[in-house]
């Protein structure tokens, strides 16, 4: 999980680590 971690990152946050 790199490339998630600007994009998903946000709503990743509201949702969960890393969905």
Request: glycine share 22%.
């Amino acid at each position: 999980m790199g490339k998630v971690h600007g994009s998903l990152a946000r709503a990743g946050k509201v949702r969960g680590p890393n969905t």
